[in-house]
């Protein structure tokens, strides 16, 4: 892997390693079943009903292959003195079901459509990580390498179970639908830390994870004024729920040549959000359409990240809640069906964000960012894309002395086609030019004299090939 070689000046006066050859060899499996019945004759009081059961594992390995130099001084040497092999793993199944009911009545003098229904799924996670170094001269064999000792986890092997039931009520009245809902919510989440986790976290972190029970409502208000039968003007008020995500509130990693460490949030609160939005929108008969839209958001209980103190030598990094943020912005999208068989399609994003006690940026805010697309499609099933990105520079930090990631511009190219009614092939040729840039949620709260800064670049030009198989 060509990304992988280079030269990564050694830290707290230890010596600098060269990656003079990298070979990767990273696979991915993902299992999917389900089982969907609909019924739409009237059943009773209901008109439709929908049930869904389903089934899926993810298993990720990336097993990575270096021969390296370690060396002092500039000039590294010719032969490698260092074997490096590397297995990292992923291991996600879910479990879950869906029971969803719609009904129609006339209450007040007012039509109403009602959707309502439950849904419930489990979630089972695991990063077994693990990594050795021998050294070519003498034979040795170690398993503390860059200053971890494996195998070890980020974070502990954990049990997520989260449910909410719903109801909708959709009412007309004239061109102008007015839609409530309210939704409520449980999260429940079971962490498991073992031995390997202890040596990612360092024991005494290891011990501060634990276990979260939240139960939250959430309402909505929504309306759409139909102007004609083209365009639409719609809005809507939602207060919103997030639990905090297992690999927030339970993460942990020390590393101590490096010297930082990652410590597990305790005291994690679910964030909440008040939020408004209003928007146009069009959509015509040749599949061409449109929406603009605005939005405000004001959060409590903020989800971050941030440098907490020192501590033996080491920055600590942990997950933290903001007391009030407040996230605002525009997006804009739309396809523009300009020839048979031809679409040109695009999309824009900006958004700010601050946190209302310091009126500080939050870093986690994306720059604005704009793609474009042309895209042919044959009736045999045969398509092919050419994609755009562009993004500014992330100018605002919470800290002057963060790196800005440079704004980018990055041309990817797609094709696909359907060998059978079931089955797929993808192909693509990715950052065609071959540029060097940054996801800005990669390099947030890292410092801007950081050496290793390229290591968070995001690949260089890179092919594709993938065949997707449904039944």
Do not use: C
């Not at 969907?36 to 993810?58: I, M, S």
């Not at 990693?253 to 949030?265: K, S």
């Not at 997006?331 to 310091?358: C, I, K």
């Amino acid at each position: 892997m060509l990304t992988d070689r280079g030269v990564t000046p050694g830290a707290g006066g230890g010596p600098s390693t060269a990656v003079l050859d990298s070979r990767g060899d990273d696979r991915s499996f993902r299992g999917r079943l389900s089982l969907d019945y609909v019924r739409e004759l009237p059943l009773g009081f209901l008109d439709r009903l929908e049930t869904r059961a389903w089934w899926t594992r993810l298993e990720r390995t990336e097993e990575t292959v270096q021969q390296r130099s370690s060396f002092f001084g500039t000039v590294p040497l010719a032969l490698p003195n260092r074997l490096r092999w590397s297995d990292f793993r992923f291991e996600e199944e879910i479990v879950g079901g869906e029971v969803q009911a719609s009904s129609r009545l006339a209450l007040l003098g007012l039509e109403h459509r009602l959707t309502y229904g439950a849904t419930m799924e489990h979630i089972s996670v695991s990063r077994p990580r693990d990594r050795t170094e021998t050294n070519l001269t003498t034979g040795a064999v170690t398993a503390t390498v860059a200053g971890e000792t494996f195998p070890n986890k980020n974070f502990p092997d954990t049990d997520i179970l989260q449910g909410g039931v719903y109801l909708q009520d959709e009412m007309a009245i004239g061109r102008v639908s007015v839609v409530p809902a309210v939704r409520l919510d449980y999260y429940q989440l079971r962490p498991y830390p073992d031995a390997d986790f202890a040596r990612s976290a360092a024991s005494t972190v290891a011990e501060q994870v634990r276990n979260l029970d939240r139960l939250a409502v959430s309402p909505k208000l929504g309306a759409v004024w139909r102007l004609d039968q083209v365009l639409s003007v719609f809005g809507q008020y939602a207060h919103g729920f997030r639990a905090p995500p297992y690999d927030n509130a339970n993460f942990g990693f020390t590393n101590r040549v490096f010297g930082y460490q990652i410590l597990p949030a305790t005291n994690l609160k679910p964030e909440t959000s008040d939020g408004v939005e209003a928007g146009l929108r069009g959509r015509w008969a040749d599949g061409s359409f449109f929406q603009v839209s605005g939005f405000w958001n004001q959060y409590s209980n903020f989800i971050d990240t941030a440098v907490v103190g020192r501590a033996g030598g080491l920055i600590q990094y942990q997950y933290r809640n903001l007391s009030s943020v407040t996230i605002w912005g525009f997006e804009a999208g739309g396809l523009w069906q300009f020839a048979p068989r031809w679409a040109l399609r695009g999309s824009a994003a900006f958004a700010q964000g601050e946190n209302n006690d310091t009126g500080r940026p939050i870093d986690s805010v994306d720059p604005a960012r704009f793609v474009t697309g042309l895209a042919w499609q044959h009736p045999n099933g045969l398509g092919a894309e050419a994609i755009a990105t562009y993004a500014l520079r992330h100018s605002r930090v919470s800290d002057g002395s963060f790196y800005k990631a440079p704004g980018y511009a990055v041309l990817d190219l797609a094709a696909h086609y359907d060998l059978r009614p079931h089955l797929t092939i993808n192909a693509g040729l990715f950052n065609v030019f071959d540029q060097k840039y940054f996801n800005t949620q990669d390099v947030i709260g890292l410092a801007a004299n950081n050496p290793n800064r390229d290591l968070y670049a995001q690949p260089g030009r890179y092919a594709a090939v993938n065949l997707i198989l449904r039944w």
